[in-house]
């Protein structure tokens, strides 16, 4: 199996997986067992709920019945090893595999509605890409503390009260939305909570307490009540003073921290106090930080922060290999964009050159011909200047208005990759033409499309 992060693949017994698993699932505060008529009965009022609403007027019929599942499955929960954290003892990611459960479009639908929301909130970064884009050099002073927190087991630490709590004060005072709609929102959030079920090694088990990790509408639950925890008691505090800098990816959190290392001390005390549920881990340093997938340093000469590209110390080459029966244009596209990946974040040209070699190295070893390698590094080498300039102080918006690199999303027809992809291929270029006959589509649709293939 892949393991949480870093690639590669780990190797286990597979009664020592499901011992793991087993043990997980029979942590009373977490899981509980459940009979199958349990689960009928849920499911039986859950349909219950959804007529009513139709009924009412609450939904509408095209409402319900994307909402309604005539033929729900229950979800199967799999385990991904977190070998980065240590393998003594070995710890799981539990993730819940929803496709298809009655819950899913409920999910789904409040995810849906709630997600411009959550994309407003700046503190909140999107990637890493995103987050070294809000690094200003108006930050920079020589005695800044760089700090990382990680949350321990958010997704299932977050209490149902609670966190249904939370979730309705924010769309209450913060998201614009109406009373109706806030309250339907709620109502549903609660339902997808309440009615976690999981399917395991021949037993059907309940999630008592957090959100489960794999479902549509888990990063938007944890960001809401996140969002909430840090307006009451870190942003609204005399805390707040310190901090020069603050970003939030889920349950990591970075912090530039204006005090001295122990009144860091004293919050770090504090944030593990303001709850009974939440947990935090930090990392704390005068020089630099590892966030994400960026190392973030002090240039002390130039006073001003620098970036690199990070990679944790279970990190292995998991590239696609170039004898795999994928399109040469999608090999060319993960080299090429490897290496701009590299000239945006990596700031100092020395740390570039360094990662443009490196990645080299690792090309070569999943078989890729050295002079497409070459070729496409001196490409990006050569418009570093232009095109991809770092994204720490000279940094712009990649997507310019002339680049040609930037990509045409109106000629891709995206499908899951079959044995029958080319029977598919061939009848959508034989009717392609159809698109063009359409009012709204005719001058943006290309003469032929271009296909993306999903893993299966």
Request: net charge neutral; glycine share 6%.
């Amino acid at each position: 199996m892949k393991p949480d992060k870093g690639g590669g693949v780990v190797l286990m017994y597979n009664s020592d997986y499901d011992s793991h698993l087993h043990d997980m699932l029979h942590d009373s505060d977490q899981y509980e067992i459940v009979s199958k008529s349990e689960v009928n009965i849920a499911f039986s009022k859950i349909n219950f709920m959804l007529t009513d609403h139709l009924l009412q007027g609450v939904i509408n019929e095209r409402l319900f019945n994307y909402l309604h599942v005539n033929k729900p499955k229950i979800p199967i929960i799999f385990g991904i090893p977190n070998i980065h954290k240590g393998l003594d003892p070995l710890r799981f990611r539990p993730i819940v595999s929803g496709a298809g459960s009655i819950t899913e479009p409920l999910g789904k639908f409040v995810d849906h509605i709630t997600k411009q929301f959550c994309s407003s909130l700046k503190h909140v970064c999107k990637d890493s890409w995103d987050f070294l884009k809000g690094i200003e050099c108006s930050f920079f002073q020589p005695g800044l503390l760089m700090v990382t927190i990680d949350i321990v087991d958010l997704f299932p630490s977050i209490p149902h009260s609670v966190g249904l709590e939370w979730f309705n004060e924010v769309l209450s005072l913060e998201a614009g939305l109406s009373n109706k709609v806030t309250g339907l929102l709620v109502e549903f959030m609660e339902i997808v909570l309440e009615n976690n079920f999981i399917y395991f090694n021949g037993e059907l088990y309940k999630q008592r307490s957090g959100v489960a990790m794999g479902a549509s509408f888990a990063t938007l639950y944890a960001n809401v009540v996140l969002h909430r925890w840090e307006q009451r008691l870190i942003f609204s505090t005399t805390w707040a003073q310190y901090l020069t800098h603050y970003k939030r990816y889920l349950d990591d959190i970075c912090i530039l921290w204006n005090g001295t290392q122990n009144q860091f001390l004293d919050f770090f005390h504090y944030l593990n106090s303001t709850t009974h549920f939440l947990a935090f881990t930090y990392n704390v340093s005068d020089n630099e930080l590892h966030y994400l997938d960026v190392t973030l340093f002090k240039d002390l000469n130039n006073h001003t922060f620098q970036s690199k590209l990070y990679r944790k110390s279970t990190y292995s080459n998991s590239y696609l290999h170039f004898q795999s029966g994928h399109p040469f244009y999608q090999k060319k596209g993960i080299v090429k964009g490897q290496f701009i990946r590299a000239s945006r974040m990596c700031s100092t040209p020395v740390d570039f050159l360094k990662e443009i070699n490196f990645l080299k190295s690792l090309f070569l070893e999943r078989g890729y011909p050295p002079s497409l390698i070459s070729t496409l590094a001196q490409d990006v080498i050569d418009n570093r200047a232009i095109k991809y300039l770092p994204l720490i102080g000279k940094g712009t918006s990649f997507n310019t208005g002339n680049n040609k690199d930037a990509p045409d999303l109106y000629g891709n027809f995206i499908y899951t990759y079959s044995f029958s992809s080319a029977d598919i291929e061939e009848s959508v270029n034989r009717h392609w033409s159809v698109l063009t006959l359409h009012d709204e589509l005719k001058d943006i649709v290309p003469t032929h499309p271009r296909f993306v293939r999903k893993r299966c």
